[in-house]
């Protein structure tokens, strides 16, 4: 049937599912063990949604069920992509997938700290970042002592690591 004759109120439009963190292309979906649980948590949690939604309005129930298909959709697709690297079993003595780095930056007052992690699990609040993140690929391969030369608002600025843990 033409849509010219479907009520208006029946036409259901296509709901908005937000995307994932970004991964480049061709690039491995490298994840630590914690952020394989949360990426497995998060499914549980969608499935457990998916079983519980309330059946009162069928359009509602229909575009709330068609979102969280969506996510768990784009979810399966990351697990799937998933490579495990555990941060225990990087090198120590140099800054890798899961090694929490502290640093400082030449014209900054004191330290920072944050681990690099998986782009699911990159969380600035919790001073984790993306293994993607332009400063996790300047420090990655330095070791404790290097001066590493990063671009940053423009001018070049010089980080120097202080600490490299695994935890």
Same mark, same amino acid.
């Given at each position: 049937?033409?849509?010219?004759?479907?009520?208006?109120?029946?036409?259901?439009?296509?709901?908005?599912?937000?995307?994932?963190?970004?991964?480049?292309?061709?690039?491995?979906?490298?994840?630590?063990?914690?952020?394989?649980?949360?990426?497995?948590?998060?499914?549980?949690?969608?499935?457990?949604?998916?079983?519980?939604?309330?059946?009162?309005?069928?359009?509602?129930?229909?575009?709330?069920?068609?979102?969280?298909?969506?996510?768990?959709?784009?979810?399966?697709?990351? =697990?799937?992509?998933?490579? =495990?690297?555990?941060?225990?079993?990087?090198?120590?003595?140099?800054?890798?997938?899961?090694?929490?780095?502290?640093?400082?930056?030449?014209?900054?007052?004191?330290? +920072?700290?944050?681990?690099?992690?998986?782009?699911?699990?990159?969380?600035?609040?919790?001073?984790?970042?993306?293994?993607?993140?332009?400063?996790?690929?300047?420090?990655?391969?330095?070791?404790?002592?290097?001066?590493?030369?990063?671009?940053?608002?423009?001018? +070049?600025?010089?980080?120097? =690591?202080?600490?490299?843990?695994?935890?």
């Amino acid at each position: 049937m033409s849509r010219g004759f479907v009520k208006e109120g029946d036409q259901e439009e296509t709901p908005i599912i937000p995307p994932r963190a970004a991964l480049p292309g061709g690039v491995t979906n490298y994840v630590t063990p914690t952020g394989m649980e949360l990426l497995q948590a998060e499914r549980k949690q969608l499935e457990t949604e998916r079983s519980t939604l309330p059946t009162v309005n069928e359009q509602q129930r229909r575009v709330e069920l068609a979102v969280i298909n969506g996510k768990l959709d784009l979810l399966m697709e990351r =697990i799937a992509s998933a490579r =495990i690297l555990d941060p225990l079993k990087q090198p120590k003595d140099e800054v890798r997938f899961g090694a929490t780095v502290t640093y400082k930056i030449s014209s900054a007052p004191k330290p +920072q700290t944050f681990q690099i992690v998986g782009v699911d699990e990159a969380n600035i609040a919790n001073r984790k970042i993306a293994f993607v993140a332009p400063i996790a690929s300047a420090l990655t391969g330095h070791k404790v002592g290097e001066l590493v030369p990063f671009k940053l608002d423009g001018e +070049q600025r010089m980080l120097e =690591i202080l600490n490299i843990e695994y935890k």
